[in-house]
């Protein structure tokens, strides 16, 4: 089955620099990668996602990249702000059994005013 | 749009009993939910994928009989945790997938329960 490493588990970054979290993935049919974010006790909620004949994707301050022949893909945060600390978890599935996704270990951003 | 709702938000219940978590997608039709259980500062955990009008498909190490899933209609999905114990206190969260749309996924607030 497919299995997703995320790195790194913490990241702290100064109000205004960017932020960069990578996952890997192993299965090669994996055709669809989303990012979450879950604040505290709160639900994941999806930011942005990118389908496998995509490279890239910007929406705003956050952007995805994406290699297949790496199998590997990235989420950058640009200028963070304080309400960018969360823990972000990255996604992928295959579209097989019913299209689940299976989760990255996640990262706990925190962003220092 | 796109929006998800759970009930409840938090239960206590004792030990033994049973309890019954509803996921329901509120302004769309999901023909496929998936209950995820979350362990504090961890990821999210695939317990099941529910299939409305079919029964649902357990991840491996996921008791069946433990973890009762139904999805009756195409807005709701109710899991049962029965006889619970206190190692079943956690996060469970679930979500469901647009009807069509064969990616994306919204996530209900998720049920705190805790088995005392």
């Known amino acids: 089955g497919e299995n997703v490493e995320q790195h790194p588990s913490t990241l702290s970054v100064q109000e205004g620099d960017s932020a960069v979290i990578k996952c890997t993935y192993s299965?090669?049919?994996?055709?669809?990668f989303p990012w979450y974010k879950q604040e505290l006790g709160k639900r994941p909620q999806l930011i942005i996602d990118?389908?496998?004949?995509?490279g890239e994707k910007k929406d705003q301050r956050i952007a995805v990249t994406l290699n297949k022949t790496a199998k590997h893909f990235s989420l950058h945060i640009t200028e963070t702000q304080p309400e960018d600390s969360a823990v972000y978890f990255c996604?992928?599935?295959?579209?097989?059994?019913?299209?689940?996704?299976?989760f990255g270990g996640g990262t706990r951003v925190l962003v220092k005013p | 749009g796109a929006v998800v709702s759970q009930h409840p938000s938090r239960v206590i219940c004792k030990s033994g009993t049973s309890v019954k978590i509803e996921c329901r997608s509120l302004?769309?039709?999901?023909?496929?939910m998936f209950w995820y259980r979350q362990f504090p500062k961890k990821s999210l955990m695939l317990m099941a994928t529910?299939?409305?009008?079919?029964?649902?498909?357990?991840e491996q190490g996921v008791e069946k009989d433990k973890f009762l899933i139904n999805h009756a209609s195409l807005t709701l999905s109710t899991l049962t945790v029965t006889s619970a114990h206190p190692e079943d206190s956690s996060f469970y969260i679930c979500?469901?997938?647009?009807?069509?749309?064969?990616?994306?996924?919204?996530f209900g607030p998720g049920t705190r329960l805790t088995v005392l």
């Open positions: 979500s469901a997938r647009v009807a069509g749309n064969t990616d994306t996924q919204y």
């Open positions: 299965d090669s049919a994996s055709n669809y």
């Open positions: 990118i389908r496998s004949n995509v």
């Open positions: 996604a992928a599935t295959n579209g097989a059994a019913g299209n689940k996704l299976t």
């Open positions: 302004d769309f039709q999901a023909t496929t």
């Open positions: 529910s299939n409305e009008g079919s029964k649902a498909t357990y």
